[in-house]
């Protein structure tokens, strides 16, 4: 069975600087990732996900994550991080098919003016 | 372009009732997902279905029961609703599987008390 690691509960970082989230996965075979954002009392957005190729994905609002298939691991990373950054980060992963996807326990990143 | 739509939004009931969540999806995407929410576990699946007619358990099925006779519609249902039940539910669907994203719907809030 698949599985996902989001070592940091919270991560606070000052407006400006760059930010990153961790993410690290186990998978049978080659894996599905991805990452979605969740503000108070919202549903998951989506941000990006990787399938295949490039090993750094750009999604939306400026994130992006890097595949290490060595390290296992899917980071989330902003070079500058604003205010409104502030929110509930999950990633996720499948072996394959969707029923499969297993997400991260989550990571409040908070963002300070 | 609604997308997901779920029904209602916040609910409170009482131990033993029957209660349902709809969702209602504007995509025509063939799969659609359960998920419920709680601090400390994530998501977790509770059913899925890849198409009308057809649905399957995914993780933390007991006390649920799904129907999807339409493809925008896959309401739950608690048959006899459990204060462990209290919880933020989740309607979700895809295009497809394999690498497909997973697109979510603003969330039923739901307590049993």
């Known amino acids: 069975a698949q599985s996902v690691a989001q070592p940091e509960d919270q991560v606070n970082v000052a407006e400006g600087n760059p930010l990153t989230v961790k993410c690290t996965y186990s998978v049978s075979g080659n894996p599905y990732l991805f990452w979605y954002v969740q503000y108070p009392n919202r549903g998951l957005q989506f941000l990006l996900k990787?399938?295949?190729?490039?090993?750094l994905v750009k999604g939306s609002y400026g994130f992006e994550a890097e595949f290490n298939k060595s390290q296992t691991s899917f980071h989330l990373k902003k070079p500058s991080a604003l205010v409104s950054d502030s929110a509930l980060y999950f990633c996720a992963v499948s072996p394959g098919s969707a029923r499969q996807l297993t997400f991260g326990s989550g990571t409040q990143l908070t963002v300070l003016p | 372009d609604a997308g997901i739509t779920q029904s209602p939004r916040y609910k409170i009931t009482e131990t033993g009732r029957q209660v349902t969540l709809m969702c209602h999806q504007t995509w025509s995407h063939s799969y659609m997902f359960w998920y419920r929410q709680d601090l400390g576990h994530g998501l977790r699946l509770i059913y899925y279905s890849a198409a009308a007619d057809i649905t399957d358990k995914g993780e933390v099925p007991d006390g649920y029961v799904v129907s999807r006779s339409k493809t925008e519609n896959f309401p739950l249902t608690l048959e006899s609703a459990t204060r462990s039940q209290t919880s933020v539910y989740f309607c979700?669907?895809?295009?497809?599987?394999?690498?497909?994203?997973?697109?979510f719907g603003e969330g039923s809030w739901l307590t049993v008390v």
């Open positions: 979700a669907s895809s295009r497809g599987t394999d690498g497909n994203t997973i697109y």
């Open positions: 990787y399938i295949t190729g490039d090993n």
